[in-house]
């Protein structure tokens, strides 16, 4: 195991963490996946909707909540 192995495992160990903490793991959740963003209606990247399920905004909406003090 090299150096970039161990990193790409803590990485995983530190999403699956967050996840967990907001209540969404990737074995819980069996809803449906949004493609597109509840907020403007942009397709949300494949990637995305895999590292966070249940997710219904794009990044950009998601900025736009977290500063304004939402979700």
Known sequence: M???DIATETEEAFREQA???RGVGRAHYSGPRITHCEGCGDE???KRSEILPGVELCVY???G???MGGR
Request: glycine letters at 0%.
């Open 2 to 4: 090299d150096v970039t």
């Open 19 to 21: 996840l967990a903490a």
């Open 44 to 46: 949300i990247p494949p």
């Open 61 to 63: 909406c998601q900025e």
């Open 65 to 67: 909540v977290e500063r």
